[in-house]
């Protein structure tokens, strides 16, 4: 298989958008330097650089690499390491909770929300300096769950989360499930919003088994 490995000024990884993420096949997103890597697996290489021609990403290189198969969860669980924004700890789910502080699970994935991008990281650092207790809180784009299950942890009455994507779906369900105070309930038929406190149901979908 062929990876592409793009390295581009740091940020980018923020405004890469649904197109690039549809060509691109997997995404891995690495910091490098003042820059950042975004190594992807396109099915059709030539269609994702006729993109990113077009695109105004400032992209600094560009490499193809030859690559056998891998098992990329399990390369995946070896080299996902914990992040911390202020006194939160943000683990996969294979890890120990740590004792001090607040802890959120998340399965990396391909849902976007591991905690490592800035805008995460900037957006989290603002809710914690706001009281949400008792707050309705509606999150659009919810990825991978991540500022939702946070929502709930500040004690937020409801929290309903929203996206069109089926694997963001999924991974907000499992976030929901892996922390203890939001828990997944029972999806309803017919909702295209997620309530972690009411029902769980991806857009545009059957009801999942449960």
């Known amino acids: 298989m062929v990876r592409v490995d793009i ?3 740091k940020g980018s990884e923020e405004v890469l958008g649904v197109d690039f993420y549809r060509l691109s096949g997997g995404v891995w997103i690495e910091d490098e330097g003042a820059g950042v890597r975004i190594k992807c697996y396109p099915p059709d290489p030539d269609r ?3 993109f990113l021609g077009a695109s105004a990403l400032p992209i600094l290189h560009i490499s193809f690499i030859d690559e056998e198969e891998q098992d990329y969860v399990a390369l995946v669980r070896r080299h996902f390491t914990p992040v911390t924004v202020g006194g ?3 683990l996969p789910p294979w890890h120990k909770p740590r004792k001090k502080g607040r802890t959120i699970f998340i399965e990396p994935g391909m849902a976007f929300g591991t ?3 800035e805008s995460t990281k900037l957006m989290m650092k603002m809710m914690g300096e706001r009281p949400l207790r008792g707050k309705l809180v509606l999150d659009i784009g919810s990825g991978s769950g991540i500022l939702s ?3 709930a942890l500040l004690h937020a009455s409801l929290v309903v989360a929203v996206d069109h994507d089926p694997l963001a779906a999924e991974a907000t369900k499992k976030s929901c499930a892996y ?3 939001a828990p997944a309930s029972r999806p309803s038929r017919g909702s295209s919003t997620w309530s972690l406190r009411t029902s769980i149901s991806p857009p545009s979908r059957g009801t999942p088994p449960g």
Do not use: N, P
């Open 88 to 90: 939160l700890t943000i």
């Open 149 to 151: 299950v946070y929502a």
């Open 115 to 117: 905690g490592r991008h």
């Open 48 to 50: 994702l650089l006729t």
């Open 7 to 9: 390295v581009a000024e």
């Open 179 to 181: 922390s203890s105070r």
